[in-house]
């Protein structure tokens, strides 16, 4: 957690943070919450909403405000994206992939150029972008992918299929990671700033998933695509280094939007055991209900203050990546959990679309998927420890 000058561990959030947290709140309630069930069905935010989003400054969280950001730290972006994620999971997830991979990856590995063109326009949401890693062969195993860049004497032509690209109908912008050798290896990729409107980046149908359905994901195919030179972002052959920077903030940031769908499946459980009555009573008189509470409750909490912690660690500029990893698969799996016990508590109700609480649930599914599944995160945590153990 985050230690004061005096090495005193604190809990609260800085103050400037809980205003951050209460004009997210009160958006989220306002502007998410009574159209999220239609927004699922009809698999689309509005671009109204997105743009209000920038306006209030919830896509430039992280964004320094030299470039018309708030200047918050990853800790800040938990704590929006946790709001958010209370009433609804896409819309989370678009903030994720727009700001917590596009821009952060521009923002850590860009140049001055790059930075002064994108970042302020992706920091109002002027500007909205998508992050190309995963490929239909190879989603885990990054590193093998086959999207190839080769040098002209221009620039660069990209070649490759991109999948499952979060944003994919609705950027602007694409950070695209292509083979710039054609040996496998980490220093083998680098990674390409790419306008939506380039000849030959051609977005794909978008996919009908089980959840997060009004985010849009699409594939993105790269047929020639010719960019210039200067498009490349970072140092050559150093584009899957950063993406792995880039994926380690990601995962807390993941972490967190676990924590709000499981938070919303709470809160609308709490609510629903006050409210029905069973044998003359309400619900949340029977002992067995208040065990369940009890035991979601714990898991929320517990899951808020490992992602918190985790944050602090990269805002203090020592990312602890196991703890990263930690946060993120105990975040994501709690949720689950969570929310299967929040549809027992509604009951029958619960197994309809009438409570927001199944669409929580599908919703989280994909946070136990992206960026870096469970089994990887318990490689990754596995691998650190005896790392540590053996050292
Ligand atoms: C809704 C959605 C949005 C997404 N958004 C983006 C995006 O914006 N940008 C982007 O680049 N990608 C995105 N992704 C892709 C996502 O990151 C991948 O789906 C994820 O990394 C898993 O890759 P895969 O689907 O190819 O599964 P695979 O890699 O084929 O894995 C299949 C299963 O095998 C397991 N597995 C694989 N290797 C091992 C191993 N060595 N040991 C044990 N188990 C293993 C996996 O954990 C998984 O359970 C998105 C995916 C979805 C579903």
């Given at each position: 957690m985050m230690m004061s000058t005096n090495e005193t561990m604190t809990f609260n959030l800085p103050d400037e943070l809980t205003g951050f947290r209460d004009v997210t709140r009160s958006f989220a309630a306002e502007k998410i919450a009574p159209y999220a069930r239609e927004w699922d069905e009809k698999k689309w935010i509005p671009d109204e909403v997105i743009a209000e989003m920038g306006r209030t400054g919830l896509l430039g969280v992280?964004?320094?405000?030299?470039?018309?950001?708030?200047?918050?730290?990853?800790?800040?972006?938990?704590?929006?994206?946790?709001?958010?994620?209370?009433?609804?999971?896409?819309?989370?997830?678009?903030?994720?992939?727009?700001s917590g991979l596009c821009s952060t990856h521009i923002r850590l590995a860009g140049n001055d150029a790059q930075k002064k063109e994108w970042l302020p326009k992706l920091a109002n949401g002027e500007v909205i972008g998508a992050?190309?890693?995963?490929?239909?062969?190879?989603?885990?195993?990054?590193?093998?992918?086959?999207?190839?860049?080769?040098?002209?004497?221009?620039?660069?032509?990209?070649?490759?299929?991109?999948?499952?690209?979060?944003?994919?109908?609705?950027?602007?912008?694409?950070?695209?990671?292509?083979?710039?050798?054609?040996?496998?290896?980490?220093?083998?990729?680098?990674?390409?700033?790419?306008?939506?409107?380039?000849?030959?980046?051609?977005?794909?149908?978008?996919?009908?998933?089980?959840?997060?359905?009004?985010?849009?994901t699409t594939p993105v195919n790269l047929e020639n695509c010719e960019i210039p030179e200067e498009n490349l972002c970072g140092e050559l052959h150093e584009g899957y280094i950063d993406a792995l920077r880039v994926l380690d903030r990601g995962r807390v940031t993941i972490g967190s939007l676990s924590v709000g769908l499981?938070?919303?499946?709470?809160?609308?459980?709490?609510?629903?055991?006050?409210?029905?009555?069973?044998?003359?009573?309400?619900?949340?008189?029977?002992?067995?209900?208040?065990?369940?509470?009890?035991?979601?409750?714990?898991?929320?909490?517990?899951?808020?203050?490992?992602?918190?912690?985790?944050?602090?660690?990269?805002?203090?500029?020592?990312?602890?990546?196991?703890?990263?990893?930690?946060?993120?698969?105990?975040?994501?799996?709690?949720?689950?959990?969570?929310?299967?016990?929040s549809i027992q508590i509604h009951g029958g109700a619960g197994y309809t679309k009438d409570v927001c609480v199944e669409r929580l649930v599908r919703d989280n599914k994909l946070c136990e998927i992206g960026e870096g599944s469970s089994e990887v995160q318990r490689m990754l945590i596995a691998r650190a420890e005896c790392k540590r153990h053996s050292a």
């Open positions: 992280t964004m320094p405000e030299e470039y018309g950001g708030a200047g918050q730290g990853l800790l800040g972006m938990t704590v929006v994206v946790e709001e958010i994620a209370r009433w609804c999971g896409a819309t989370a997830l678009m903030i994720a992939a727009h992050w190309c890693l995963s490929e239909p062969e190879c989603g885990t195993d990054a590193e093998a992918l086959s999207t190839r860049a080769e040098k002209t004497s221009s620039g660069w032509v990209l070649n490759g299929r991109k999948f499952w690209i979060t944003n994919g109908q609705r950027a602007g912008v694409f950070v695209v990671t292509a083979r710039t050798k054609p040996e496998r290896g980490a220093r083998t990729i680098s990674a390409f700033i790419v306008k939506r409107d380039t000849p030959g980046l051609i977005i794909g149908e978008r996919e009908d998933k089980m959840g997060m359905r009004a985010s849009d499981a938070r919303g499946c709470l809160e609308e459980a709490v609510k629903y055991a006050a409210e029905r009555q069973s044998f003359g009573v309400p619900l949340h008189s029977h002992q067995a209900i208040q065990l369940k509470l009890a035991d979601m409750d714990t898991q929320v909490e517990a899951a808020r203050l490992l992602v918190r912690q985790a944050a602090c660690t990269h805002d203090a500029g020592r990312p602890d990546k196991q703890l990263s990893s930690i946060a993120k698969l105990f975040a994501s799996e709690m949720a689950s959990r969570v929310g299967w016990e």
